[in-house]
């Protein structure tokens, strides 16, 4: 596995080489597939894969549900590059010029139901508050600001585009606008947890997303991110029945 702390331009620049000259395409869009969503993936047209582990530098994908495969290819015309497996702090851990990133999540805010999509507005990175940033060490000022403003990472223009075209699409009543948090997993939350994360102001939460959206937003991509709301987070404590959601559940959801 590839778990260094600090990965230089050059070693960027080496793996960006070995991908350029093994492919044609140059997309504009890149799309991080989440936890069973990289069938997205396999929808591409003119599909060219590389598994993670052929490409130099490249970190390997661990995780059940996640192929580890980067493919490039065609969608509704449009030239993007789709990672079909991501990376989460849990594992020990552009070419374009917006970042789409999609998430598993579950949801704290009342109005949400598993099935439904929330278009990202904004986030908490928990482990970015207690020290853990994918942007400590050394800033290299040819990728971004040593301190980066981090008041508007999630485009409004993206956001306002997605609401229309799901609006279009007659799904307005599944999707919301809301705040993911990230936290370090892999466990899922306490009744305790969720509690806390709901009168925080978080809307849903993962595991994921935030460092990919801080490197992105860093280096000044556009970002739009989804949550796909596959489990709601207990907020009471039950004697009842006994509420479990499994990573497996997660899965065959999203
Ligand atoms: O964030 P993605 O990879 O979509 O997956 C989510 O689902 C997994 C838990 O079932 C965790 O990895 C969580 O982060
Ligand atoms: N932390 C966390 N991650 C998830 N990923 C999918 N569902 C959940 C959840 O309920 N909590």
Known sequence: MHSKEQIN???YQQTADWLLSRTKQRPLVAIICGSGLGLLA???KAQES???TEIPGFPHSTVQGHAGRLVFGELKGRSC??????FHMYEGHSLAQTLIVTNAAGSLADGYQPGDIMIIKDHVNFPGLSGLSPLTGPNDDKLGPRFPAMSSVYDKGLRRLAHAL???MGVASLVHEGVYAMVGGPNFETVAEARLLHSLGVDAVGMSTTPEVLVASHCGLRVFGLSLITNKVLKRYTTTTIMLYTSQE???RS
């Open 81 to 86: 590059v789709c990672m079909q497996g991501r």
């Open 250 to 252: 997660v899965l065959s």
């Open 42 to 44: 396999d929808t591409l």
């Open 166 to 168: 799901l609006d279009q």
């Open 50 to 52: 590389f598994n993670y």
């Open 9 to 11: 331009h050059e070693e």
